[in-house]
């Protein structure tokens, strides 16, 4: 059995790509100015078997502040990394290492929680080795 690699992503790829939000979710507005995720359980056989024998809720709430709505609002698939750091760098008044820095961890997260996806585009040496069926 052979593994998958992960293609290797350049950190210019990293900047340049775009932060999508995942469109299966439902969102609600709150009142302190945040925002509440909500994403539904996967609907697949073994998830339905387990649901029989333990209580797993039909669906995940998750609280952002105003600032994680910010986050939200920027990752529309417009939006590059490096234009949402400098909109963060300017907003909030922090050096430019700062915003890359809690922007990656904070995109990093939601990335794991599978709320967001990330648009990246494929580097030259990247689309000669799958041209050839290579994988390094």
């Not at 609002?73 to 590059?80: A, I, P």
């Not at 430019?96 to 990335?111: F, K, P």
Request: contains cysteine; hydrophobic residues 35%.
């Amino acid at each position: 059995m052979r593994l998958r690699r992960r293609p290797r992503v350049t950190p210019e790829q990293v900047l340049s790509s775009r932060p999508v939000r995942n469109a299966n979710l439902r969102t609600e507005e709150l009142d302190d100015g945040g925002i509440r995720i909500i994403a539904y359980r996967r609907e697949a056989w073994w998830v339905r078997l387990l649901a029989i024998v333990f209580p797993i809720p039909r669906e995940r709430r998750i609280e952002l502040d105003s600032v994680g709505k910010q986050v939200w609002e920027l990752c529309d698939g417009e939006h590059t990394l490096k234009e949402m750091i400098g909109v963060f760098q300017r907003r909030h008044k922090l050096t430019r290492m700062e915003a890359e820095w809690s922007l990656r961890n904070y995109l990093r997260d939601l990335g794991k929680r599978r709320l967001v996806g990330f648009a990246v585009e494929e580097s030259k040496e990247n689309e000669g080795e799958r041209a050839h069926g290579k994988r390094a």
